[in-house]
């Protein structure tokens, strides 16, 4: 059974930073292209950013210079580094496969970005 389970959300302060963490089991991890996705109140959920099972990475352009993705395979987790966060990145963060899955959406972890 594969569960995805996000963590290190939480409170950023604008220009400040935030990382946050999926942690995969099941046999999911090592062979797929893994991404980061949000839903911000009110609105659909999106892709921020993935990277695949070589490290090759590509971000949205909302987000791009100021988030990284990168995954450690040897721990089966992908991590979102979010440096000078803006309130509109405000949104539950949630990670999957690239493309998702249905079956394998967890909880999310909020991130709220105040000024």
């Known amino acids: 059974q594969v569960q995805l389970e996000e963590s290190g959300g939480g409170l950023a302060q604008v220009g400040g930073s935030l990382r946050v963490s999926c942690a995969a089991s099941g046999s999911i991890f090592s062979i797929n292209t893994m991404g980061w996705y949000r839903q911000a109140p009110g609105k659909g959920r999106g892709l921020v950013a993935y990277?695949?099972?070589?490290?090759?990475?590509n971000v949205a352009d909302s987000v791009k210079g100021r988030f990284t993705i990168s995954r450690d395979n040897a721990k089966n987790t992908v991590y979102l580094q979010m440096n000078s966060p803006k309130p509109e990145d405000t949104a539950v963060y949630y990670c999957?496969?690239?493309?998702?899955?249905?079956?394998?959406w967890g909880q999310g972890t909020q991130v709220t970005v105040s000024s």
């Open positions: 990277v695949t099972t070589g490290g090759t990475t």
């Open positions: 999957n496969t690239w493309p998702s899955w249905a079956g394998y």
